[in-house]
């Protein structure tokens, strides 16, 4: 970011006419954006362990580590519903379209997968904010409802965004969980299950589903990072004061000390997740341990 054109200090001086020249270099020295650039990045991270600070707001004053508090529920709101409306979507119909495979079903499945693959949720978002309040007089409420104060209406909030991010994840994890259904349906042990007489039901949910999942939670965790970049969309469209949102804000204000707390909170989160995902593995596998 600090090789896009303008600077803090020049949109401070535009928003403030009246600084004269001199002012621009007496407040560059007192945010120490005088100083080179690994300077200033040493001692934000010299502040991170020593005062767990992740930095202020160069026009505020405030802290990220409580915009973050307050910032941080609402994206993981947002993501958590959009996982669980993808994975309520997916799940079944990836397993019916693998165990009946060629049918009409599975081609209007594959079809569906694939419509959700292409379409962004960017382009979807805004279709649900113009076309209902156009025909019908409608359009998403742009106030945002505090879970504490009307839970209900926090949910009807959420619902729409959760519903475009559930449909892009849905597409990729319907293709897998087909994909490793059709390859486990082909083993032999699968094959001796259907030998014995065991129902449809069992063999599916005894046999194939444990060993065909591990790889679907694989795809599931690698897109789980992809929420952000979709939470940042979307929390855009319907203005819903996420992290998303203060990250615009921070790129357009070039306010670096935040930019980069947001940024290591970010990347320290898809960690864990992929932590989780991995931990995950010996609960699906019994032959996975993890010493």
């Not at 600077?7 to 954006?33: A, C, F, T, Y």
């Not at 060629?102 to 904010?129: E, K, N």
């Not at 992290?243 to 615009?248: K, P, W």
């Amino acid at each position: 970011m600090r090789l896009i054109p303008g600077n803090v200090v020049e949109l401070m001086v535009q928003e403030h006419s009246g600084l004269v020249e001199v002012n621009v270099d007496k407040i560059r020295h007192e945010m120490g954006l005088d100083k080179p650039i690994l300077v200033q990045y040493a001692t934000w991270i010299k502040d991170i362990f020593t005062e767990g600070d992740l930095g202020e707001s160069l026009w505020t004053g405030r802290s990220a580590v409580d915009e973050l508090r307050q910032r941080l529920p609402i994206s993981f709101e947002l993501g958590l519903i959009a996982i669980i409306i993808g994975l309520i979507i997916a799940l079944p119909v990836g397993i019916l379209s693998g165990i009946r495979q060629d049918t009409v079903g599975d081609y209007a499945s594959r079809t569906l997968a694939i419509l959700f693959i292409a379409l962004p949720s960017f382009w979807t978002g805004t279709l649900v904010m113009v076309f209902p309040a156009v025909w019908w007089n409608w359009s998403p409420s742009m106030v945002y409802i505090p879970l504490v104060k009307d839970p209900l209406g926090n949910l009807v909030q959420f619902l729409i965004p959760g519903v475009l991010l559930g449909m892009t994840l849905s597409g990729t994890t319907m293709r897998m969980t087909r994909t490793m259904m059709l390859e486990v349906l082909r083993q032999d042990y699968v094959r001796t299950a259907w030998a014995k007489g065991l129902r449809e039901r069992a063999v599916v949910a005894q046999h194939v589903l444990k060993n065909a999942v591990i790889p679907v939670v694989t795809v599931v965790g690698l897109q789980l990072p992809v929420l952000f970049g979709g939470s940042i969309v979307l929390e855009q469209i319907f203005n819903l004061p996420g992290v998303g949102v203060y990250m615009i804000q921070t790129i357009n204000s070039r306010d670096y000390n935040v930019l980069s707390g947001i940024n290591l909170v970010m990347a320290f989160t898809v960690l864990l997740i992929n932590l989780g995902v991995d931990l995950t593995y010996g609960f699906l596998d019994p032959r996975i341990r993890y010493k």
